[in-house]
């Protein structure tokens, strides 16, 4: 079974430019996660999704971030304009509908300057 | 809301030690109880898990029991590797499939 995959692996930007990342769930997986995860933290969840529907995104910087899920399958997370306190890895997870565990992918680490 | 704290680290063991990491929750309801692990460079895992009161979850030589009574799943290990070296996160799932981490604690053990 393919595991989830995100790209890219790693992004630097400077302050007030935009990034985009791309997230491919496992197959049948409905539920979709982004998760950002700061350096010495644990994972803190930005956004939710149910299929294409959202179902949490109460910790979305919504000014500045967001997401979608054309079709139910792949996701894009954008960050526009970027500051420097979004440097942090992001990660994609999803899981079968109504069950865990989650599957991550490995990241994409971005580094704002 | 939903909340988990994990004893801070880093906890620094020799090869062949036992290992407690320690972890408390708080939800409403009934969580599901995990224990993920970041191995360095890697994305995170699922180690173990448990679903209900008094459940012990085991993988890898690892265990935790969740315990209702203390809001509790210590995460413990009989003798540890050099290759267990990793952070190890707790985290609960309550309502609507949320999952909830602690800040994570990271394990060093020296040959």
């Known amino acids: 079974e393919a595991g989830v995959a995100q790209s890219p692996r790693y992004k630097i930007i400077e302050k007030r430019q935009s990034v985009a990342f791309w997230c491919n769930p496992i197959?049948?997986?409905?539920?979709l996660y982004w998760y950002q995860q700061i350096l010495g933290q644990g994972p803190k969840l930005l956004i939710q999704?149910?299929?294409?529907?959202?179902?949490?995104d109460s910790q979305l910087p919504k000014d500045r971030f967001s997401a979608e899920r054309l079709k139910g399958v792949d996701s894009t997370l954008k960050i526009q304009p970027a500051k420097l306190e979004d440097s942090a890895v992001y990660l994609c997870?999803?899981?079968?509908?109504?069950?865990?565990?989650?599957?991550f992918g490995n990241g994409t680490r971005l580094t704002v300057t | 809301g939903d909340s988990v704290t994990q004893m801070e680290g880093p906890v620094t063991l020799s090869e062949e030690a036992f290992l407690t990491i320690n972890c408390t929750y708080t939800?409403?309801?009934?969580?599901?109880l995990f224990w993920y692990v970041q191995y360095p460079g890697e994305g995170l895992q699922l180690l173990l898990k448990a679903t209900k009161a008094d459940d012990k979850g085991s993988n890898k030589g690892f265990e935790a029991t969740y315990r209702k009574e203390t809001t509790s799943f210590h995460l413990e290990k009989g003798s540890v590797q050099v290759s267990d070296s990793a952070v190890y996160f707790c985290a609960l799932m309550g309502g609507f499939q949320k999952l909830v981490f602690g800040t994570g604690t990271r394990l060093l053990v020296s040959p």
């Open positions: 939800a409403t309801g009934y969580p599901s």
């Open positions: 999704f149910q299929n294409n529907g959202v179902v949490d």
């Open positions: 197959s049948g997986h409905a539920t």
């Open positions: 997870a999803s899981s079968l509908q109504g069950l865990a565990p989650l599957h």
